[in-house]
């Protein structure tokens, strides 16, 4: 009879557990790399190491992993200090929002392609009606006044996303693509377009701050008008 020397077994290694919270982050993970168009369960899933039916387990759709994913980008924009007049806080507000989109690749495009929900998201919601409804307007006009300034943020943002997609292009930058739009703006047949040939260099303006701030003040003087129409 052979002898055959004794040899301990290797511990098994535990399979890692997959979690929904797991999840949501190798999807902004993920977003950030490839952006929204090319977000797909399948890529989440190699992410992970596992396959696209262990997703479903956590995630019924890619529909909730978005929801989900919009209420993580949430957590990562800072709610009003609730300070000052309602002009001030909705403006903080909207940079606050801005700011915190741009930290992650077409978050604004998550955003506006899901309904808000989620208690991190609903938060900013009720803080943005909370205020407009102290301005004195009617239930109606504080809805209609959210939505208009929720879709300017958000609106903003996914276009200064693309527009930084299209800007990293090779041979491509800003100051190029802008330069590039004058110049042609400038071509145009003034008998034709005389307007856009004149205004040229501010079509094709780069301070996109100053922009932003322009729209939030828009927004905010039509509120001010309605709450002298139903005062």
């Known amino acids: 009879m052979s002898?055959?020397?004794?040899?301990?077994?290797?511990?098994?290694?535990?399979?890692?557990?997959?979690?929904?919270?797991?999840?949501?982050?190798?999807?902004?993970?993920?977003?950030?790399?490839?952006?929204?168009?090319?977000?797909?369960?399948?890529?989440?899933?190699?992410?992970?190491g596992v396959k696209a039916a262990a997703l479903y387990r956590h995630v019924r759709s890619k529909e909730e992993l978005l929801g989900l994913l919009g209420d993580e980008i949430s957590a990562g924009i800072s709610l009003p200090r609730g300070d000052g007049d309602w002009r001030e806080q909705l403006t903080e507000m909207a940079w606050n929002v801005r700011r915190g989109l741009l930290v992650h690749r077409d978050a604004a495009r998550v955003l506006a392609s899901t309904p808000p929900g989620g208690p991190r998201r609903l938060r900013h919601v009720e803080a943005v009606l909370r205020?407009?409804?102290?301005?004195?307007?009617?239930?109606?006009?504080?809805?209609?006044?959210?939505?208009?300034?929720?879709?300017?943020?958000?609106?903003?943002?996914?276009?200064?996303?693309?527009?930084?997609?299209y800007a990293t292009a090779p041979g491509s930058s800003r100051r190029k693509i802008l330069a590039e739009a004058r110049r042609q703006f400038k071509q145009l047949p003034t008998n034709e377009y005389p307007t856009i040939v004149a205004l040229a260099d501010r079509l094709a303006d780069s301070d996109q701050d100053a922009l932003f701030q322009f729209g939030i003040d828009m927004c905010l003087k039509g509120i001010q008008a309605l709450t002298k129409r139903t005062s």
């Open 3 to 48: 002898f055959v020397p004794y040899r301990p077994r290797e511990p098994r290694q535990k399979r890692q557990t997959l979690d929904q919270a797991q999840i949501v982050q190798a999807a902004l993970e993920l977003l950030d790399r490839v952006g929204f168009d090319e977000l797909t369960m399948r890529r989440l899933a190699a992410r992970l």
């Open 131 to 165: 205020v407009l409804r102290s301005t004195g307007l009617n239930d109606r006009d504080v809805v209609r006044a959210a939505y208009h300034l929720n879709n300017l943020v958000t609106e903003f943002v996914a276009d200064e996303g693309r527009f930084a997609a």
